[in-house]
Nanobody, 128 residues
């Protein structure tokens, strides 16, 4: 079981990035995938998540209207489209997976401790 993130880069404020989380060694159908981020000196926080069972999604308040999580079934991957990026979005972005046996989103969809598998992260830097 492996998750690999890609797409992180240096971008100017107001720009866009598309992150990808590719899964190998397992099929994502019965999992939820979450995106989390950790900025230097700050705690990890949840960004967005999606249920691959029913495609329901949940976004952190700061992500609403700017970030969109979606499924790339052909690639067994989940993407995070980030628009109108701000310097405060600078962080290492991680994807994580939790097996939900078809239950959809969890009661606390972005509680990191619920997630079983984690990628190594991809860095996003937004310059002002």
């Amino acid at each position: 079981v492996q998750l690999v993130e890609s797409g992180g880069a240096l971008v100017q404020a107001g720009g866009s990035l598309r992150l990808s989380c590719a899964a190998s060694g397992f099929n994502l159908d019965n999992y939820n995938i979450g995106w989390f981020r950790q900025a230097p000196g700050k705690e990890r926080e949840g960004v967005s998540c999606i249920s691959l069972t029913d495609t329901s999604t949940y976004d952190a308040d700061f992500a609403k209207g700017r970030f969109t999580i979606s499924i790339d079934s052909a690639k067994n991957a989940v993407t995070l489209q980030m628009n109108n990026l701000r310097p405060e979005d600078t962080a290492i972005y991680y994807c994580a997976a939790v097996l939900t046996y078809g239950l959809g989103l969890l009661r606390d969809p972005l509680r990191a401790s619920d997630y079983e598998y984690w990628g190594q992260g991809t860095p996003v830097t937004v310059s002002s």
